[in-house]
């Protein structure tokens, strides 16, 4: 070959080059998001958000999230995972129970990874290789509730009976009511049951409450009920009904303390697993993920608003406290 039929060679090489390249656009992965809750602001997604930008996925370059929101109708979550598996999607993130079992039953293939899961064993019979399409994050909010009532009584020592809210259409909320009775009469308090299948209800189960003479109130807080927390918050206070949850974020909303993971950090590590599925990980494969810390936040704030002494020794013992 002369030397301008090589230059002619090279130069042509190196004009392919890029056109090859421009051919190849970036792969926008598609994760499909199922919540029981309403569109609008939310700190938890905003949380998977940041995860997921923290490992490099930036909305409509290289991923795009298809949001299905149920509306705290509980029922229409099997169409939602119906739509998103019609999507075909990469990877469905279910949030709760209701949301990952309605997930489960529209697919087999397609990876679904669940957070904000009280219960996992009502999902994966084994926690370390779930096996199948399924696996997450655990709240263990039901081996915790125990331990909860324990921190109430300690600051509420002369409450005989203390009202308890939950989404009674929830399955895993209501196992979560059940396991509090046996602690509850082991400490010698009576369970009041406010559950509850949609916010309509909040107004007349709080004058329920009133009129068993409750003292406080525990709010197991789902993916319905959480939305609507300033509301159960206000009427709390309107009756003043001292209030704990499981989440920090109950407390530092107004609520009077709370124990349990980090909610926040849960839907961000959620993140975590969604990258490595799409990098290539069987779900399968990938242990269901229990939280190692567990916060207790106390609001002194609201302790003195209800004229409440929190015991020094309890004090001690807080993860954050609010004043």
Known sequence: MDRRACLRALTGTLLAAPLAAGAQPATIRRVGVLSPAAPGPSALLSAFQKGLRELGYVEGQNIRLEYRFAESRLERLPGLAAELVGLKVDVILA????????ALNATKTIPIVFTWVADP????????????????????????????????????????????????????????????????????????????RSSAELED?????????????????????????????????QHRLP?????????????????????????RRA??????????????????????????????????????????SLLQRADNVIE
Request: proline share 7%.
């Open 271 to 312: 993140a975590i697993y969604v990258d490595k599925i799409l990098k290539g990980t069987r779900p399968g494969d990938l242990p269901v993920e229990r939280p190692e810390t567990f916060e207790l936040v106390i609001n002194l704030k609201t302790a003195k608003a209800l004229g409440l002494t929190i015991p020094p």
């Open 121 to 196: 064993l009502s999902l994966v019979t084994n926690l370390a290789r779930p096996g199948g399409n399924l696996t997450g994050l655990t709240t263990m909010t039901t081996e915790l509730s125990g331990k909860r009532l324990d921190l109430f009584k300690a600051v509420l020592p002369g409450a005989p009976r203390i009202a308890v809210l939950w989404n009674s259409a929830n399955p895993v909320a209501t196992s979560v009511f059940r396991e509090m009775e046996s602690p509850g009469a082991r400490l010698g308090v009576r369970l009041h049951p406010m559950g509850v």
């Open 205 to 237: 189960a709080f004058k329920e409450a009133v009129r068993a003479r409750t003292s406080a109130l525990f709010v197991i807080e789902d993916g319905t009920l959480f939305p609507h927390r300033a509301r159960i918050l206000s009427l709390a206070a």
């Open 95 to 102: 949030i709760n129970s209701t949301a990952a079992q309605a």
């Open 243 to 267: 209030a704990a949850s499981q989440f920090r974020d109950f407390a530092e909303a107004g609520g009077l303390l709370s124990y349990g993971p980090n909610l926040s950090d849960l839907f």
